[in-house]
C-alpha cells in the first residue's frame, strides 16, 4: 500500500499545540518528550566554516530516505501504533504526481506548509510514488498515532530530529545501523555553513 493523503488536520493538532519556536519545531518535533536525539544524514562538521560542500563522503551511500526508514524501521518497536501513523511533506520541496495534492487542506506552521497523509510505516517503501521525480529527502514530519515519538526532518540542517522517550534515544544512539547523537533543542545545533 502507500500513504494516503487526508484532510482530516485534527492529527496534526499538536503540532500546533506545543509551546516552542517555530525553527525548534520543525527541527525537533513537540516540547512533549522527555529526550531527544539527532539523526545525522552527514557527519557534523569540524571547523566553524565548513560547508556541506566540504564533506568527503562514500560514492555508495544511503540516501536521506534511506537513512530515515532505518531509524523509523527502529522507533517502530517503541509505539504501539505503528500502523497508524501520519506523515507531512512539505510542500515546497518536491512535485508531487498528484498535482491536486497542493490544493488540499494543509497542515501550516509558522515557515513551513505540509501535505498530510495516513498509512503504516512500511507505506515509506513507495514514498518515491508520491513525486514526479525521485526524491531522496526524508519526510518533514512522521509520528504514530499514539505519540510515542516524533521524527522531524527540515529542509536546512544536515540532520533529521527525533523526540521520545530517554531509553528510547539511548536505544538509537547505541544502534550501530545508524548515525544518532543525544540532542539538547534549547541549544545551538552544529551547523554548515
Known amino acids: 500500500m502507500t500513504l494516503q493523503p487526508t484532510d482530516e488536520l485534527s492529527a496534526a493538532a499538536w503540532l500546533y499545540a506545543t509551546d516552542v519556536g517555530p525553527t525548534r519545531l520543525i527541527t525537533f518535533g513537540p516540547a512533549s518528550f522527555p529526550a531527544y536525539a539527532r539523526l545525522r544524514y552527514l557527519p557534523d562538521p569540524i571547523r566553524p566554516d565548513m560547508r556541506e560542500s566540504d564533506v568527503r563522503l562514500p560514492y555508495l551511500r544511503p540516501t536521506e530516505i534511506d537513512m530515515a526508514r532505518t531509524a523509523l524501521e527502529a522507533l517502530a518497536d517503541y509505539s504501539s501504533s505503528t500502523r497508524d501513523c501520519y506523515v507531512c511533506v512539505w510542500a515546497g520541496g518536491a512535485t508531487f504526481r498528484n498535482p491536486a495534492l497542493t490544493g488540499r487542506n494543509m497542515v501550516d506552521l509558522q515557515y513551513r506548509r505540509y501535505v498530510l497523509f495516513t498509512g503504516t510505516l512500511g507505506d515509506l517503501a513507495g514514498w518515491s510514488d508520491l513525486f514526479t521525480s ?4 526524508a519526510p518533514a ?4 498515532a499514539d505519540h510515542a515519538w516524533c521524527f522531524a526532518s527540515d529542509v536546512d540542517p544536515h540532520w533529521a530530529g527525533i523526540g521520545a522517550d530517554r ?6 544512539t547505541a544502534d550501530k545501523n545508524l548515525d ?8 545551538r545545533q552544529p551547523t554548515y555553513y
Open 180 to 187: 544518532v547523537a543525544p540532542a539538547n533543542p534549547a541549544e
Open 141 to 144: 514530519f512522521v509520528w504514530p
Open 134 to 137: 525521485e526524491v531522496h529527502s
Open 167 to 172: 531509553e528510547v534515544v539511548d536505544r538509537l
